[in-house]
Every structure is written in structure tokens, then in C-alpha cells.
């Protein structure tokens, strides 16, 4: 079974979470709302490849990480996904997407559960924002 290392990311504005909706030009769970993510890099760090996501598929600057969650794997479509969650502040809400998203929404983090999300979601989330 394949493995691959990844980082979700969490921006939050005031008392709301940034989810995005996956487009359908990504490989894998289009359509499915997700936080920022993406693979880690050869030699790349968690926390270095959280800011590289964050900008770009955002395109924010302005960020301050405030937690590491502690990692974990999930078992989906045939491989096994080690997830990093992160937990980082906007210090503004103007965003740019890049290809791989269709639209975004600015939530309550107890909103998380009412959307169709990539696996696990809600569980990455639950490490960073208590």
C-alpha cells in the first residue's frame, strides 16, 4: 500500500475556519471541501510545506502558525495517508485560488461536520483547535 505524507491546514480569521472546495482538475476527492493541503516534498518539513501551500492556494502573506496538531494516518482509496495538521492565523481575508479549487466559505468550526469533506477532516481539525 502506497504512503504519502501530507499537510492540512487550517487558516482561521476571527472565530472562523477557511474550508475550500476542491476543483475537478485534482486527482483525487473533487468536489470535496477540504483545508489547505498537499504533499510534503522531498526533504521538506510539515511546517515548511504548510506555508507553501498556504500560499499557493491562497496566495496569503499574512499568516502566523499557532498549532502543530499531532499527526496521523488515514486509510482511503488504497493508500495511506500520514496526515500533518496545522492551525494558522489571517491576519486578512482577501484570498487568491489557484486550479485547485472552485470557490471557498469562512465557517464556525462546529460547521465543519454539514459539508461533504476529503476523509478525516473533521479530525484534523479537532487536533489544532482545541
Known amino acids: 500500500m502506497l504512503t504519502r505524507k501530507i499537510v492540512t ?15 475537478q482538475k485534482v486527482g483525487s476527492y473533487p468536489g470535496r471541501w477540504a483545508g489547505i493541503s498537499g ?9 515548511d510545506a504548510a506555508r507553501r501551500e498556504i ?13 502543530e496538531g499531532k499527526s ?7 493508500k495511506t495517508w500520514i ?6 492565523d489571517a491576519q486578512s481575508s482577501s484570498l487568491s ?12 468550526p462546529k460547521e465543519i461536520t454539514k459539508y ?3 476523509p478525516a477532516l473533521a ?6 483547535i482545541k
Open 39 to 47: 504533499f510534503l516534498e522531498e526533504n521538506e518539513t510539515p511546517l
Open 55 to 67: 500560499l499557493e492556494e491562497t496566495g496569503a502573506r499574512k499568516i502566523i502558525v499557532r498549532k
Open 83 to 88: 496526515v500533518h495538521p496545522f492551525l494558522f
Open 116 to 118: 461533504k469533506t476529503v
Open 72 to 78: 496521523f494516518s488515514v486509510v482511503d482509496e488504497g
Open 9 to 23: 491546514v487550517f487558516l482561521r480569521r476571527g472565530k472562523k475556519i477557511l474550508i475550500l472546495k476542491r476543483s
Open 123 to 128: 479530525e484534523a481539525l479537532e487536533k489544532v
Open 97 to 108: 485560488l489557484d486550479w485547485e479549487h472552485e470557490t471557498f466559505k469562512w465557517i464556525a
